[in-house]
């Protein structure tokens, strides 16, 4: 039987979660200061969708986000693509448009979808539900909201995203 593994990649600015969020998925784990395992470039988890399985390989970056150093390598090949904002980090939500043409321009059209991370932070919230929505209406994305510290969510991300390719 041939097993299907799909290149997920998650992208957005530093802080938003996406280390934590692999993390979360893969290991069952949350801690405060997440610091990449030196020398990994990603953590897989298999799930079995109607039957079949699936390996996800969530490859994380080792914070070139934030110097804009993502290599053409991190992207090369992926199936599919987590886009990452914060709740209470209106830059890491404005900065959703220019990601998601990273993502276009070294990997063309893949399933993509909007994560808003850290709902749990709810009160401390700086972007609109309403605004949110069409953000990611105009990037032709699905939005779901998540928190990985309270493990809201997660699964649902990825098992989606796994769903969206296997469809395709
Ligand atoms: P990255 O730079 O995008 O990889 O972000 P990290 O995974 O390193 O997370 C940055 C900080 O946000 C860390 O202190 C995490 O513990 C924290 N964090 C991640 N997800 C959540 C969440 O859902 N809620 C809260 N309150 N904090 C979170
Ligand atoms: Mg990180």
């Given at each position: 039987e041939l097993e299907v593994a799909l290149k997920v990649v998650i992208v957005g600015?530093?802080?938003?979660g996406k280390s934590s969020m692999i993390q979360r998925y893969c290991r069952g784990t949350f801690t405060r200061d997440y610091k990449k395992t030196?020398?990994?470039?990603f953590l897989e988890r298999q799930i079995e969708i109607d039957g079949e399985e699936v390996r996800l390989m969530l490859w994380d970056t080792a914070g070139q986000e934030e110097f804009d150093a993502i290599t053409k390598a991190y992207y090369r090949g992926a199936h599919a693509c987590v886009l990452a904002f914060s709740t209470t980090d209106r830059d890491s939500f404005l900065a959703l448009h220019s990601w998601k043409l990273k993502v276009e321009n070294e990997c063309g059209e893949i399933p993509t979808i909007i994560v808003q991370n850290k709902i749990d932070l709810m009160d401390q919230c700086v972007v609109g539900p309403d605004e949110a929505e069409l953000v990611a209406r105009a990037l032709g994305c699905r939005l779901m909201r998540a928190s990985v510290k309270e493990d809201v969510n997660v699964s649902a991300v990825f098992r989606a995203l796994a769903a969206r390719c296997l469809a395709d």
């Open positions: 600015d530093g802080g938003v030196i020398g990994v470039d």
